[in-house]
């Protein structure tokens, strides 16, 4: 089983690197873009029968840090 787990910065949190991201795309000519957060995606390839609340604790202790980061999971079951 395969699952994906996807962190952002929390509102509020200031973003550097999706600040550096937009002034680059500036840079480039796209103006259209009005604000650019900056996360991380990480694979997992998990043993069948992994639970969910497992795979939120990993993201809880380390994958995540929960003061200043959202997570989401999106478990692939065929993949």
Do not use: W
């Not at 509020?12 to 500036?26: R, S, T």
């Amino acid at each position: 089983m395969k699952a994906r787990v996807f962190v952002t910065l929390k509102p509020g949190v200031l973003d550097p690197q999706g600040k550096a991201i937009h002034h680059a795309l500036e840079g480039l000519g796209f103006g259209g873009v009005q604000d650019v957060r900056a996360g991380k995606l990480i694979e997992l390839d998990l043993a069948d029968g992994t639970s969910d609340d497992e795979i939120a604790d990993m993201c809880r202790k380390l994958l995540a840090n929960t003061v200043i980061e959202n997570f989401r999971i999106e478990k692939l079951e065929n993949a």
